[in-house]
């Protein structure tokens, strides 16, 4: 939550904590960050994907989340291919995402695998930002082969 892309919300925030309101400015910014990524609720049904899409969407937004899903299942390995990675998630989309169903596993390094690909790709390497956005999205996997592992 930042002052650039979430202006308002990194005000409200920031007042909260001058105010030592601490915990309502936790549960604040939870709410936000829950609403600001609930289209990956409608990609996916499984926790762990859903999980990793909803860190795609906020860091990338929902068209970025969504290309790198269309990506990483596999739509078009091109990312210059529009037609194709158009970062809306309907029919044809949801016919590739299904062919994961019973391999969250795969599904999951393919989105790492995609993220990295989107940056380079369509964002473009900023060597000043590049080691933490790797460990973001290491770190994202791991949590999300967590919940692989609890079986949720």
Not at 17 to 39: C, R, S, V
Request: aromatic fraction near 10%.
């Amino acid at each position: 939550i930042n002052e650039k892309y979430d202006g308002p919300e990194a005000a409200k925030l920031k007042e909260m904590i001058a105010a030592k309101q601490f915990d309502a400015a936790e549960t604040e910014a939870e709410t936000y960050i829950l609403g600001n990524t609930n289209p990956a609720t409608s990609w996916t049904t499984n926790a762990a994907i859903e999980f990793y899409l909803r860190d795609c969407v906020f860091n990338r937004g929902a068209g970025g989340a969504a290309k790198i899903l269309q990506y990483a299942c596999g739509v078009s390995k091109d990312w210059s291919d529009h037609r194709a990675i158009d970062g809306n998630i309907g029919p044809t989309s949801r016919k590739f995402i299904h062919l994961f169903d019973d391999k969250p596993a795969e599904l999951l390094a393919a989105l790492r695998d995609a993220r990295e690909s989107y940056e380079r790709h369509v964002i473009g390497v900023r060597e000043n930002l590049w080691r933490g956005l790797v460990n973001r999205w290491n770190n994202a996997l791991a949590v999300a082969r967590t919940y692989l592992a609890s079986g949720t």
